[in-house]
Structures are given as C-alpha cells and as structure tokens.
C-alpha cells in the first residue's frame, strides 16, 4: 500500500522559509514522478510543482517561481518543497502526490494525473 506523510509545515513570519518533506513508502519510488500542491480554504486544490522521476526536469507554478525548489533524494524515498520568501497568499494545505508509474505522458499540473496523495500538512504565513 502506497503511503505518502507529508511534514515541514508550520507557522512562519512573512519572508521566512520553511522546508516541507514527504516520506513515501513506494518500491517504485526511483521511477514515481512526484507533485506538490496546495488548497487554501475555499478555494480548489492548485499544483505547486513537479519533478520527474529521472529529476531532469521540474515544473512550478507561476506564483511560486523563484521563490520554490523542489528536490528528491531516492535513497530515502523523499521529496522536498524549499520555500523561501513566503508570502501570506502562500497560506494553506499543502500535499505531497505520486504518479508512482512514472508515466511518460504525467502531466504535473493535472490533479488527475495523480495515483495517490498524501494527507497534508499545514503551512501559515503571518504578516
């Protein structure tokens, strides 16, 4: 059973940073194209950004570019969310998402592109 824990998040000033993980347990995680997204409330789940598989390319929302790098290491089946510079439009749930068949045709900022999720975890941002 695939599992993704997403953690990192927390409470951070306008212009901190914080750094988000997610531990998934998939054999196949070497070759899993992973995802971060976000939902604020009420509003819908938004991508944040991609990395594929090989690592070779990665993918941001225009809203989180320049300010966001996301990472991997497959030694420890991990993937990484570096934000600097957060802002408090940066506010929400934040989850971490596998295409664990590391598909060619992945599309990153497709939800639906998506095997399985984690359960979030929060980040806040304070003026």
């Known amino acids: 059973q695939v599992q993704l824990v997403e953690s990192g998040g927390g409470l951070v000033q306008a212009g901190g940073s914080l750094r988000l993980s997610c531990a998934a347990s998939?054999?196949?995680?070497?070759?899993?194209?992973m995802g971060w997204f976000r939902q604020a409330p009420g509003k819908e789940r938004e991508f944040v950004s991609g990395?594929?598989?090989?690592?070779?390319?990665?993918y941001y929302a225009d809203s989180v570019k320049g300010r966001f790098t996301i990472s991997r290491d497959n030694a420890k089946n991990t993937v990484y969310l570096q934000m600097n510079s957060l802002k408090p439009e940066d506010t929400a749930v934040y989850y971490c998402a596998t295409d664990r068949r590391g598909r060619i045709a992945w599309q990153p900022k497709t939800l639906a592109s998506y095997t399985d999720w984690g359960q979030g975890t929060q980040v806040t941002v304070s003026l």
């Open positions: 998939i054999l196949t995680f070497s070759t899993a194209n």
């Open positions: 990395l594929t598989w090989t690592g070779a390319s990665t």
